[in-house]
């Protein structure tokens, strides 16, 4: 509900899951943060993200073959998974065209019997690109400017939230 685009049934739930879904929906409870690292973006649900940009992610999510592909072919679900299949067409040898032959292509036609694996990756890319910056993992954050790269190694050296 708060990182996600959808709404649960509030008459099925208990009392006070209730009181909170209503008492959220009335202050306009969200996620919000000034930061979040790389891993938490990545682990955050693509297809239905809160936070993405909804008529255009509705649009490219409409069921198709390639989303078809990137769902059951690739198993694709999170934003890590959306920006590894991405950064897949970013290989040197890679052309811009169904019949690529690329180390990355072949491997994706073989291990994972997609038909056309550049239609994949430029949808992938499509659909990350309805990310705001924020919630983006694909550009720069916070944690590449801090020292030490920051995150939770980062935290247990005690170079962040020391408390």
Known sequence: MFTQDWAPK???????LRAMISA????????EGLAFERSILD??????????????LRKLSTESAVTRCIRLNHKAST????????ERAKHVSHRR??????PECEEMIV???CANPDR????????????????????KHPEDYEEGGGGKDARRRGGLGDF
């Open 24 to 31: 959220a929906r009335k202050y306009g409870l969200r996620q």
């Open 79 to 86: 934003v890590g998974e959306f920006r590894t299949l991405a």
């Open 10 to 16: 509030v008459s099925a739930l208990p009392e006070d």
């Open 43 to 56: 682990a955050m649900t693509m297809w239905s993200h809160g936070m993405a940009e909804q008529e255009d």
């Open 111 to 113: 291990s994972q019997r």
């Open 97 to 102: 065209h169904r019949e690529c032959t690329c």
């Open 120 to 139: 994949c990756y430029t949808r992938a890319e499509a659909i990350l690109d309805t990310l705001p910056p924020k919630w983006d993992p694909r550009g």
